[in-house]
């Protein structure tokens, strides 16, 4: 799997109620649990983007962002 050209950047962590993803072109992600289990997935397109994520658990998640060449997972907490 090809890397990122520009790692998609992900802020804050630890989050609250929204969660910002900015990434470089059209992508697809997914909330995944410590069980590995898939909450939620969505879509992303080329910029900045903000993910409501009132619905979540506090607790520790991982943020997968997917395009057709690259994966990027990152390690997200949730804490109201």
């Not at 909450?39 to 993910?51: A, D, K, M, V, Y």
Request: aromatic content about 8%; cysteine-free.
């Amino acid at each position: 799997v090809d890397q990122f050209n520009v790692k998609p950047n992900v802020y804050p962590n630890p989050f609250n109620k929204i969660l910002q993803v900015d990434v470089q072109i059209e992508s697809k992600y997914s909330f995944i649990d410590i069980t590995g289990k898939i909450i939620e997935t969505g879509n992303l397109h080329s910029g900045h983007n903000s993910i409501a994520t009132n619905h979540l658990s506090n607790g520790t998640y991982w943020l997968e962002i997917k395009t057709q060449n690259a994966v990027h997972r990152s390690k997200v907490v949730k804490m109201d």
